[in-house]
């Protein structure tokens, strides 16, 4: 149908007639559907049952060939009493039709058997007939009446027995599955509840159809029921309680039934999927799959990794080149600062050596050797102070000066060094007082002269002698600040133990002082032959020689020695010897050899170290070291 456009600009709206009104009308229902509702809800049914009966008449419907009833030939022999293990198609004529057979042909089946075995009908033919229920006509009422009820059919269905419940064994299916298993599948799946049940294929079925066919066989669902085989009829019952008994009695024997049906599918299924060869196919293809797909990613995951590991060894090589760049840019900084050391090592060594010399050619501006001495210490003092600059410019002016020139130069210099190891020594001092200070009030130098005035005041055993100090103090300090008897004793503690360290220092300097003097002067009057000015090379060698070749315990050892110098007697070479000995450089002890020679004297303590100041005028100084 066509929607009602909307009204364009300029359009009208034109009512031609107006709607009647609802009418109510009574409608009859009619029809398949309507009568297979009303079949449901007479007989109290289920759909399921609906269907079948309406596949049974479509299949009646559709069947138009006729069928042959087959007498059976024990028919005459059954008992009526045990018509409920007789079998119920074979009486009517249907043992090849069976669940296949149709509504239409029972009821054929049955027209057909009863005007054959009518009682009337035999009577008529000159039969005897066996009165009441007890006649075999009996049986086939009971075969129609099972067969034409669908629920009492299905439940006689479930126990035909002519069905074949065998399961073949792993042995037979081996062999031939297709043909072994096939025919039990088709034939079990007549027990499905779900209609289109998936058959078990061939050889060349493909892995989805095989995944379908078990998967639905594992989940199988069966409609197949044992209520036939109930020993008890609950309709015999003659009270509710024995009824109640019996149907729990039959429950019990149905669900153990049940259960047992459910294993023997299970075990059809299980048989089947070990036997079927597909399955080993197809796990082997699914292995090799896996197997693929692992390398494929053991590989991947190699060619990451080795991705990385170049990557990470392109960053150490890269690292390392930086590395060795840096290592090699410091190496040239630390070889060219050595470089410069070492030039400004030679510069300083000359410059201090060029001072020496000059000092000592103007026989170091005195005119006694006790002047000399004490100015060729202070000359050492420069040297060793002085930096390479300050040198340089003393240096410059003593050799453009004169004498007195020089002389003023060189003690300006003398007194500003003096001066910077005094302020040294006075800070010295005071980071130490700082350091083992007494108290935490102030003590200015009135307040300590007053202290050691009263200490002499009040010697020791005098009754409450700190607490007298103490009002000594407060009573003529100027300072303001009350003393008590622990401030006092903690100051004097601290001034006599300031008192002995310095006494100690300053016993130190004056050994370093003798020792350092007794160095110079042995410098000053080491022996100097003139002799060794006419020892040449070749002799210097052919002497050293000798000395190696005669030790001492050899017999006339100076006479052979001399013998190996040509031109020198045994007392030139002993004196040439002695000469050499003591010709050894000791030089000015340098700051380390002060703070080590200091050190050690610390902890041996002064009064413990003895040395002979006046052993030699050739004291051996490296000796002392």
Same mark, same amino acid.
């Given at each position: 149908?066509?929607?009602?456009?909307?009204?364009?600009?300029?359009?009208?709206?034109?009512?031609?007639?107006?709607?009647?009104?609802?009418?109510?009308?009574?409608?009859?229902?009619?029809?398949?559907?309507?009568?297979?509702?009303?079949?449901?809800?007479?007989?109290?049914?289920? %759909?399921?049952?609906?269907?079948?009966?309406?596949?049974?008449?479509?299949?009646?419907?559709?069947?138009?060939?006729?069928?042959?009833?087959?007498?059976?030939?024990?028919?005459?022999?059954?008992?009526?009493?045990?018509?409920?293990?007789?079998?119920?198609?074979?009486?009517?004529?249907?043992?090849?039709?069976?669940?296949?057979?149709?509504?239409?042909?029972?009821?054929?089946?049955?027209?057909?058997? %009863?005007?054959?075995?009518?009682?009337?009908?035999?009577?008529?033919?000159?039969?005897?007939?066996?009165?009441?229920?007890?006649?075999?006509?009996?049986?086939?009422?009971?075969?129609?009446?099972?067969?034409?009820?669908?629920?009492?059919?299905?439940?006689?269905?479930?126990?035909?027995?002519?069905?074949?419940?065998?399961?073949?064994?792993?042995?037979?299916?081996?062999?031939?599955?297709?043909?072994?298993?096939?025919?039990?599948?088709?034939?079990?799946?007549?027990?499905?509840?779900?209609?289109?049940?998936?058959?078990?294929?061939?050889?060349?079925?493909?892995?989805?159809? %095989?995944?379908?066919?078990?998967?639905?066989?594992?989940?199988?669902?069966?409609?197949?029921?044992?209520?036939?085989?109930?020993?008890?009829?609950?309709?015999?019952?003659?009270?509710?309680?024995?009824?109640?008994?019996?149907?729990?009695?039959?429950?019990?024997?149905?669900?153990?039934?049940?259960?047992?049906?459910?294993?023997?599918?299970?075990?059809?299924?299980?048989?089947?999927?070990?036997?079927?060869?597909?399955?080993?196919?197809?796990?082997?293809?699914?292995?090799?799959?896996?197997?693929?797909?692992?390398?494929?990613?053991?590989?991947?995951?190699?060619?990451?990794?080795?991705?990385?590991?170049?990557?990470?060894?392109?960053?150490?090589?890269?690292?390392?080149?930086?590395?060795?760049?840096?290592?090699?840019?410091?190496?040239?900084?630390?070889?060219?600062?050595?470089?410069?050391?070492?030039?400004?090592?030679?510069?300083?060594?000359?410059?201090?050596?060029?001072?020496?010399?000059?000092?000592?050619?103007?026989?170091?501006?005195?005119?006694?050797?006790?002047?000399?001495?004490?100015?060729?210490?202070?000359?050492?003092?420069?040297?060793?102070?002085?930096?390479?600059?300050?040198?340089?410019?003393?240096?410059?002016?003593?050799?453009?000066?004169?004498?007195?020139?020089?002389?003023?130069?060189?003690?300006?210099?003398?007194?500003?060094?003096?001066?910077?190891?005094?302020?040294?020594?006075?800070?010295? %001092?005071?980071?130490?007082?700082?350091?083992?200070?007494?108290?935490?009030?102030?003590?200015?130098?009135?307040?300590?002269?007053?202290?050691?005035?009263?200490?002499?005041?009040?010697?020791?055993?005098?009754?409450?002698?700190?607490?007298?100090?103490?009002?000594?103090?407060?009573?003529?300090?100027?300072?303001?600040?009350?003393?008590?008897?622990?401030?006092?004793?903690?100051?004097?503690?601290?001034?006599?133990?300031?008192?002995?360290?310095?006494?100690?220092?300053?016993?130190?300097?004056?050994?370093?002082?003798?020792?350092?003097?007794?160095?110079?002067?042995?410098?000053?009057?080491?022996?100097?032959?003139?002799?060794?000015?006419?020892?040449?090379?070749?002799?210097?060698?052919?002497?050293?020689?000798?000395?190696?070749?005669?030790?001492?315990?050899?017999?006339?050892?100076?006479?052979?020695?001399?013998?190996?110098?040509?031109?020198?007697?045994?007392?030139?070479?002993?004196?040439?010897?002695?000469?050499?000995?003591?010709?050894?450089?000791?030089?000015?002890?340098?700051?380390?050899?002060?703070?080590?020679?200091?050190?050690?004297?610390?902890?041996?303590?002064?009064?413990?170290?003895?040395?002979?100041?006046?052993?030699?005028?050739?004291?051996?100084?490296?000796?002392?070291?």
């Amino acid at each position: 149908s066509k929607m009602l456009l909307e009204a364009l600009d300029g359009d009208e709206t034109v009512v031609f007639t107006a709607a009647t009104a609802s009418v109510q009308i009574q409608v009859e229902p009619v029809g398949r559907w309507f009568e297979a509702y009303v079949r449901r809800r007479n007989r109290n049914a289920s %759909v399921s049952f609906q269907e079948l009966e309406e596949e049974a008449e479509s299949s009646e419907e559709s069947e138009d060939e006729e069928f042959q009833l087959e007498e059976y030939p024990m028919l005459r022999t059954l008992d009526p009493k045990d018509w409920k293990n007789q079998d119920h198609y074979a009486v009517l004529g249907l043992p090849h039709l069976r669940y296949k057979a149709t509504q239409k042909q029972i009821k054929a089946a049955h027209k057909g058997i %009863v005007l054959k075995h009518h009682p009337d009908k035999r009577k008529a033919a000159g039969e005897q007939i066996v009165e009441g229920d007890n006649d075999y006509f009996t049986c086939i009422t009971k075969a129609i009446e099972i067969l034409s009820d669908p629920v009492k059919r299905r439940a006689f269905d479930s126990v035909d027995p002519t069905f074949d419940n065998a399961v073949p064994s792993k042995s037979e299916g081996k062999e031939n599955f297709t043909e072994v298993f096939s025919p039990v599948f088709e034939r079990n799946a007549r027990w499905s509840s779900k209609k289109h049940v998936p058959l078990l294929g061939t050889m060349e079925s493909s892995f989805e159809e %095989v995944d379908n066919f078990y998967s639905f066989w594992y989940n199988f669902d069966s409609w197949r029921e044992f209520s036939y085989l109930d020993e008890e009829e609950k309709e015999k019952a003659e009270c509710r309680d024995e009824r109640r008994w019996i149907e729990k009695q039959n429950r019990a024997s149905r669900a153990q039934r049940k259960k047992e049906e459910m294993n023997r599918i299970r075990t059809l299924v299980d048989t089947a999927y070990s036997c079927d060869p597909r399955i080993k196919k197809f796990k082997e293809e699914e292995k090799a799959r896996k197997e693929s797909e692992k390398k494929a990613k053991v590989e991947a995951k190699k060619r990451e990794q080795e991705e990385k590991e170049r990557a990470r060894q392109a960053e150490l090589e890269a690292a390392r080149l930086a590395k060795a760049k840096e290592e090699e840019e410091a190496k040239q900084v630390a070889q060219q600062a050595k470089k410069e050391k070492e030039i400004q090592k030679k510069a300083i060594k000359k410059e201090r050596q060029k001072l020496r010399t000059t000092c000592k050619n103007w026989n170091y501006f005195a005119d006694d050797e006790a002047d000399s001495v004490k100015m060729m210490e202070e000359v050492e003092k420069l040297c060793d102070r002085l930096e390479l600059t300050s040198l340089q410019s003393l240096n410059e002016i003593l050799a453009s000066g004169s004498k007195e020139d020089s002389k003023v130069a060189v003690e300006k210099q003398v007194q500003e060094v003096n001066a910077q190891l005094q302020r040294e020594k006075e800070a010295e %001092v005071q980071m130490r007082q700082a350091a083992r200070g007494g108290g935490g009030k102030g003590w200015n130098e009135e307040d300590l002269q007053l202290l050691i005035k009263a200490v002499n005041l009040f010697p020791a055993g005098t009754n409450a002698r700190w607490e007298v100090i103490a009002n000594y103090m407060n009573l003529h300090s100027t300072s303001g600040t009350k003393r008590t008897a622990k401030d006092v004793i903690n100051k004097a503690k601290n001034l006599q133990r300031l008192g002995e360290l310095e006494w100690e220092e300053n016993k130190l300097s004056r050994v370093l002082h003798q020792i350092h003097l007794l160095m110079l002067i042995g410098r000053l009057k080491r022996p100097c032959s003139g002799s060794t000015a006419s020892w040449t090379t070749e002799e210097q060698k052919l002497l050293e020689q000798a000395l190696k070749t005669y030790p001492v315990s050899t017999p006339e050892r100076w006479e052979k020695i001399a013998a190996a110098v040509p031109g020198r007697s045994k007392k030139d070479c002993m004196k040439r010897y002695k000469v050499r000995r003591c010709a050894a450089p000791y030089g000015f002890w340098s700051r380390r050899h002060r703070s080590s020679f200091r050190f050690s004297l610390s902890r041996q303590g002064v009064a413990n170290f003895s040395i002979n100041l006046y052993q030699s005028s050739r004291l051996n100084i490296g000796a002392a070291r």
